[in-house]
């Protein structure tokens, strides 16, 4: 519902275009309930805005390197946020063509 309302209220004042993005699980394993319940609803949404898929991308790297610091289960780590500053990168250079 807010997110909807929070849409509209973007289309409303800009042109711009709007990207979606589906959150990492993060470190905190109480919180993937609702993470995934979000990232189920803005993926839903594909066929209207653009999805990065950050929940995606993370679970692809969670193996190789760690993401998240062991003080903290919700904010990535540097290594985390370069990642999803590569993600949105790519994104937005792709969608200027």
Known sequence: FYLNRLIEEIKQRSTT??????????????LHGRIKTNNN???SLSNLYTITDL??????NRSKVSLYPSYDPIHPNPVGY????EVYKKEILLNLK
């Open 41 to 43: 609803y803005v993926r």
């Open 55 to 60: 929940e995606k991308v993370f679970e692809e």
């Open 82 to 85: 370069e990642l999803i500053g």
């Open 17 to 30: 275009k709007i990207i979606l993005t589906a959150i990492p699980l993060t470190d905190d394993f109480g």
